[in-house]
């Protein structure tokens, strides 16, 4: 048994044996974090391992009073120890985290991330290099003077970037959202951003922060990550990705996988969520089809469930959540070329949906596998189903 599949075991006890006392010890909002209730058997990391499989989490930033998706707040690293072999940070590695200026890098945040996050085993996947969107560019990025060549100043900055972060991190990271979002969803165009119009075109952009990623971490695999999604609305996004793909296959720009966010939804009221399912499942194995085909591998980065047009009555929302997510994962995992899933937190107590994609009922969203009391759903056990019925796949190949 490996540590990661003993944690996992001992997760349960663990868990409960260790809460009680350290939530009595923490300031403020983190008094009132629910001690972690037991849940017999293996978490998903233990279950996904004989197939060839790993479950992760994105980790925030310890916050004052630890009540935060962080490993410093020992409710949530109980949740972490329990199911994952494998993170990513949820902010802190993003140029509005890491650049506070043209000149100058912080990686205080994450560095504290990585820190506990090696201590318990876990594997780390870098988000972002570049989140190719100016809405998440920061700010001095945006009214930054690239001066009389443009192209080459542009270009100097990414590249400084990218290989800032590569060199410093080493073989500490093992795979990289290099671009993310670069496609338009309205009309599966490639957007524009400060750095393109400075580069001349967004392929430039890409390419070159694949070719200097490749360059500067030779061991790390390289994932173009997008949010096209399975859900009708999302063809000329779905389109757009593929016309991407091709792009950069066709210049041999160094593009290992295609990372599916995967925060799959249900927006409008429906009686029937397998009817639904019928609706969308053949275009999205389609899709799936013509990336693979194309040699690319997948990574399932970002999984959440938005359950804006569901229920309110929790009890058959949580069951819809979780035989809508289940057909999803059916359809992801019966791909060889997926070998980790990672889930956009494990708490509905931290998700992103709360804030970002609230329900109109101002009800709380319930999108991820435990609930904002730490206690495991209908959504979690549709998650362990689908890893424990999973077709083996072979590990995935190493880069070295
Ligand atoms: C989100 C975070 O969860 C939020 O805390 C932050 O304010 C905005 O970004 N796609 C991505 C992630 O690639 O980086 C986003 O994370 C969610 C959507």
């Known amino acids: 048994m490996d540590r990661r599949a003993m944690l996992a075991g001992a997760g349960a006890l ?6 009680p006392g350290h939530a009595a010890g923490l300031a403020g909002p983190a008094s009132r974090i629910p ?8 978490g998903l990391d233990a279950v996904a391992r004989p197939r060839g499989l790993r479950i992760g989490t994105c980790l ?13 707040n020992p409710a949530y690293a109980a949740l972490v120890e329990r199911d994952c072999g494998l993170a990513v940070p949820e902010n802190a590695l993003k140029w509005q985290a890491v650049r506070p200026g043209p000149d100058r890098f912080d990686f205080a945040g994450f560095d504290m991330i990585l820190h506990d996050a090696e201590r318990r085993g876990l594997a780390m996947r870098g988000h972002t290099l570049l989140w190719h969107y100016d809405k998440w560019f920061p700010r001095w990025l945006i009214e930054h003077d690239f001066g009389a060549h443009p192209v080459q100043a542009a270009e100097r900055m990414l ?3 990218v290989e800032t972060v590569c060199r410093r991190y080493g073989t500490r990271i093992t795979s990289y959202d290099v671009v993310n979002e670069a496609v338009d969803p309205a009309d599966g165009s490639m957007r524009s951003t400060a750095l393109s119009r400075a580069m001349g075109s967004p392929e430039a952009v890409l390419d070159v922060a694949f070719h200097t990623a490749r360059a500067a971490a030779p061991h790390a695999e390289l994932v173009y990550n997008d949010y096209m999604s399975w859900e009708a609305g999302n063809e ?14 066709r210049r041999g720009t160094p593009v290992d996988a295609l990372g599916v966010q995967s925060h799959i939804g249900v927006f409008a009221p429906t009686t029937s969520v397998e009817e639904v399912v019928a609706g969308i499942a053949p275009a999205w194995r389609s899709f799936l089809d013509r990336v693979v085909a194309m040699g690319y591998r997948l ?4 999984f959440d469930v938005r359950d804006r047009g569901l229920a309110a009555a929790i009890p058959q929302r949580d069951r819809d959540v979780a035989a809508f997510a289940r057909a999803y994962l059916d359809i992801m995992l019966s791909y060889p070329q997926l070998n980790d899933l990672l889930c956009w937190g494990l708490t509905d107590r931290y998700s992103w949906l709360r804030s970002f994609e609230p329900r109109p009922d101002g009800q709380a969203t319930r999108g991820l596998p435990y609930d904002a009391d730490f206690r495991a759903k209908p959504l979690y056990v549709a998650l362990r189903d689908a890893l424990a019925a999973a077709p083996v796949r072979p590990p995935r190949p190493a880069r070295t």
């Open 159 to 161: 590249r400084r970037h």
């Open 35 to 42: 001690a972690v209730p037991p849940l017999p058997g293996p």
């Open 14 to 19: 663990g868990a409960v044996a260790l809460l």
């Open 299 to 302: 990574v399932v980065t970002e």
């Open 60 to 72: 925030a930033q310890a916050r004052p009073g630890a009540d935060a998706g962080s490993l410093a």
């Open 236 to 249: 000329k996004h779905r389109e757009g990705v593929l016309r991407l793909l091709e792009g950069l296959r």
